[in-house]
């Protein structure tokens, strides 16, 4: 394939974290033969016998896992995936993306996988990834954490200065309901009441807190407890 060239295998001087011989590599389900993988902090590299190869830079690499699900692949291995194209591009190939002008936004996926003929070597492997991974971290991850909106500045307010939150009373807070959010506000009001009210009143039943008044000033009448329909039941506390 063409994106194989020749290049000198990475050494100390470029971190090397792991060298794994005897490594078949296979992109795309397309096997590119046996090699050494080089994993190394500035990149993650595969040689052949001959000195053809391919090098991935981490900022590429969205995935790595150590996959030992048999019915997806034969082998266990070092699951890579990158979002570039490695390929070569064929004249079918071309002519589906003139055709289909509106999938440009669509970032191209290349899977690779690593097998080595030592399979316990993998958990090593995958530690190695994970370890230079770590040094290139997604710079629109780090974008994401920065907050863009305004921030509260406790002692700013201590000291009597900026803007001061608003805060609303209730009713303060009611004038600004539209007609439609009031509606809502009275229709939960009635809820809320309704369900407790039957809380203290149901089947029959009067409790010993129906005879206090309501947190919110309503108030309950104070009828004598039902007997005979609840006399024989165990209560729980």
């Known amino acids: 394939?063409?994106?194989?060239?020749?290049?000198?295998?990475?050494?100390?001087?470029?971190?090397?974290?792991?060298?794994?011989?005897?490594?078949?590599?296979?992109?795309?389900?397309k096997g590119l033969g046996t090699g050494t993988l080089y994993i190394a902090e500035s990149r993650l590299s595969w040689l052949d016998g001959s000195g053809l190869g391919f090098s991935l830079e981490y900022p590429t690499i969205s995935l790595h896992a150590v996959s030992?699900?048999?019915?997806?692949?034969?082998r266990e291995h070092l699951y890579v995936m990158v979002n570039a194209q490695f390929e070569e591009e064929s004249k079918e190939s071309v002519a589906d993306e003139e055709e289909e002008d509106s999938d440009d936004d669509v970032e191209p996926i290349a899977?690779?996988?690593?097998?080595?003929?030592?399979?316990?070597?993998?958990?090593?492997?995958?530690?190695a990834m994970c370890e230079c991974q770590a040094l290139h971290p997604d710079p629109e991850d780090e974008d994401s954490d920065d907050y863009d909106g305004e921030e509260y500045d406790v002692e700013a307010h201590e000291q009597g200065q900026g803007d001061i939150p608003t805060f609303y009373t209730y009713e303060e807070g009611l004038s600004h309901l539209t007609a439609e959010?009031?509606?809502?506000?009275?229709?939960l009001e009635g809820m809320l009441s309704h369900s407790v009210s039957s809380q203290y009143n149901m089947a029959g039943v009067r409790t010993e807190d129906s005879i206090?008044?309501?947190?919110?000033?309503?108030?309950?009448?104070?009828?004598?407890?039902?007997?005979?329909?609840?006399?024989d039941a165990d209560v729980d506390h």
């Open 1 to 29: 394939m063409s994106f194989l060239k020749s290049f000198p295998p990475p050494g100390s001087a470029d971190g090397l974290r792991q060298q794994q011989s005897d490594t078949e590599a296979v992109l795309n389900g």
């Open 68 to 74: 030992r699900d048999l019915n997806a692949y034969p």
């Open 111 to 127: 899977e690779f996988r690593f097998v080595p003929n030592d399979k316990s070597a993998l958990e090593a492997m995958f530690t």
């Open 181 to 187: 959010g009031q509606a809502t506000l009275e229709r």
């Open 212 to 231: 206090r008044d309501y947190e919110d000033g309503m108030e309950v009448d104070t009828i004598p407890t039902v007997a005979g329909q609840f006399e």
